[in-house]
């Protein structure tokens, strides 16, 4: 069968488990959809600011047209904001698309990539659909292990991957880590730095992984605007690196890989600062929520940075089920190697309110 001929590599893949659709969920469950509470994607609470919805109606106007491939009103923005040139940019279908530019720019069959246990799923993923080894390093306290993962670089490694925070433990490394990190690896080896939650970061965790680009060219920073800028279903992502790294990438993605309502929204959610300290504010104060609540009900949690928290609960799977009959969706991370946590988006303070009141009669 044709199926049978796709190469080993791909047909090794295992699939990334996507949530299923609310309507449906709602309707499994005999439960109104209005009644759910959704906090399974790491999604924004608040939705999209008001400058960006208004941004995208105005590109609705003009479908008829192919986005600009070059993307260069948001490239311009993009300069403006983080000091950096137009040819340092890649601009993806969200950040995952990045991910995959860089794989296919840089990985394919004889080479390897690093990446640490319990990391971002799409990482391992990249890497098989290139016909590429992935190279898993044990994590440290739930987090990546950068000696280890340093003293794993092969001869054959083109790009280590690095979440920080990382998904779905939330886990963070300190900037100066980071750096030493850098300093260690071969300048040949792209080091792909993930910061799809870097928006959340306090002030006291704050660092600026962009500057090093100039001592660090084989340095790539990855953004999204999914997270807190709230257009996780536009699909908007982008690189910032060395002009050389960035103008491969950009040889090998889609020409008009990014539409044109999703570049306006991006476009004008970067400029909405007010919109993003908002949604910083309401994240902090929805993880004091909820990791108030797992110390009085005893649960472990791992301390995150980003806008979700993962808590252990013995039998996930039963808990999931329990909180699913509630209405109450979060994400079992089985598929991460911990078959004995969930991981839980922040919400609204009363969707987060709702959870607590779930997980308790779920545990009872
Ligand atoms: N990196 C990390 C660490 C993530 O958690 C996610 C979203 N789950 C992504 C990248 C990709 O997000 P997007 O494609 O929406 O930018």
Not at 130 to 157: N, S
Not at 260 to 272: G, H, I, Q, R
Not at 337 to 360: C, D, K, Q, T, Y
């Amino acid at each position: 069968s044709v199926a049978s001929h796709a190469p080993d590599h791909i047909r090794a893949i295992t699939p990334y488990q996507p949530g299923k659709p609310i309507s449906e969920l709602a309707r499994e469950m005999g439960i109104a959809e209005a009644s759910i509470v959704k906090l399974a994607s790491n999604e924004n609470p608040l939705g999209m600011s008001t400058r960006a919805r208004d941004a995208a109606r105005g590109a609705l106007a003009d479908l008829a047209r192919y986005p600009d491939g070059g993307a260069f009103a948001l490239k311009a923005a993009l300069c403006a904001r983080f000091g950096v040139k137009a040819e340092q940019l890649v601009i993806g279908n969200g950040s995952n698309d990045i991910l995959e530019i860089a794989s296919q720019a840089f990985l394919g069959a004889g080479r390897s990539a690093v990446y640490a246990q319990h990391a971002f799923a799409v990482y391992p993923l990249a890497t098989q659909a290139r016909g590429a080894r992935g190279i898993e390093v044990p994590a440290k306290h739930f987090g990546h292990d950068l000696d280890a993962m340093a003293a794993a670089i092969a001869p054959d490694t083109r790009i280590v991957f690095i979440a920080n925070p990382n998904n779905p433990t939330g886990t963070f490394l300190l900037g100066r880590e980071i750096e030493i990190f850098l300093a260690k690896v071969p300048q040949d080896v792209l080091v792909v730095l993930d910061e799809a939650y870097t928006e959340y970061l306090s002030a006291e965790q704050r660092y600026d992984a962009i500057a090093w680009i100039a001592r660090f060219p084989n340095l790539l920073v990855s953004r999204t605007f999914s997270k807190a800028y709230g257009l996780a279903g536009l699909r908007v992502g982008y690189a910032i690196a060395h002009p050389e790294v960035a103008d491969l990438m950009n040889r090998v993605r889609q020409p008009f890989n990014v539409s044109s309502v999703a570049l306006a929204a991006a476009e004008a959610a970067l400029a909405d600062d007010e919109f993003l300290a908002q949604s910083a504010e309401l994240n902090r104060r929805g993880m004091v929520q909820l990791t108030d609540a797992f110390a009085a009900l005893g649960l472990e949690w791992i301390p995150s940075a980003g806008n979700f928290v993962t808590f252990k609960v013995g039998d996930a799977a039963g808990v999931n089920r329990a909180l699913l009959q509630q209405g109450v969706i979060v994400r079992p991370i089985a598929g991460y190697g911990m078959p004995h946590w969930l991981r839980v988006s922040i919400g609204l303070p009363e969707e987060n309110e709702r959870f607590i009141a779930a997980l308790r009669r779920a545990l009872a």
